[in-house]
C-alpha cells in the first residue's frame, strides 16, 4: 500500500494551491480519505475528510471551511484538496490518510485512519 501526497509549495497568502494523494495497492474507492496538517510544534489536526466510494459525505475544519476543497477521483485512485485563499497559518505540512473502517461517512480523527502517506510542505508567507 501507497500513498503518495503532492503539490505543496511557497505562496503569498490569498493563493491557491491543489495537492493530490496518489494511491496504489488497495482498493481506492473503499476507502474513506483524509487530508491532515502538522504545523511546527503543534498537534496533527484533520483538515478535511471524504467518504468512500461515491463521496457524498465530506466535513472541514472550522479554520478552512468555505477555502478549501476536497474531492476524489476513483477511476484515478486519486484525491486532491484545493486550498483557496491561503493564509499565514495555513502553513504546515500536509498528509493524506485513507480509512477502510467507515461506510458512510469520514472522520477527521487522526486514529480513524490506518494507512498513511508522506507529507508535503505547504508554505504561505508574503
Known amino acids: 500500500v501507497q500513498l503518495q501526497a503532492s503539490g505543496g509549495g511557497l505562496l503569498q497568502p490569498g493563493g491557491s494551491l491543489r495537492l493530490s494523494c496518489a494511491t496504489s495497492g488497495v482498493t481506492f474507492r473503499d476507502h474513506a480519505v483524509g487530508w491532515f496538517r502538522q504545523a511546527p510544534g503543534k498537534e496533527r489536526e484533520g483538515v478535511a475528510c471524504i467518504s468512500r466510494n461515491g463521496g457524498s459525505v465530506a466535513h472541514y475544519a472550522d479554520s478552512v471551511q468555505g477555502r478549501f476543497t476536497i474531492s476524489r477521483d476513483n477511476a484515478k485512485n486519486t484525491a486532491s484538496l484545493r486550498m483557496d485563499r491561503l493564509k499565514p497559518e495555513d502553513t504546515a505540512v500536509y498528509y493524506c490518510?485513507?480509512?477502510?473502517?467507515?461506510?458512510?461517512?469520514?472522520?477527521?480523527?487522526?486514529?480513524?485512519?490506518?494507512?498513511w502517506g508522506q507529507g508535503t510542505q505547504v508554505t504561505v508567507s508574503s
Open positions: 490518510a485513507i480509512d477502510r473502517t467507515v461506510f458512510y461517512h469520514c472522520s477527521l480523527d487522526t486514529g480513524s485512519y490506518e494507512k
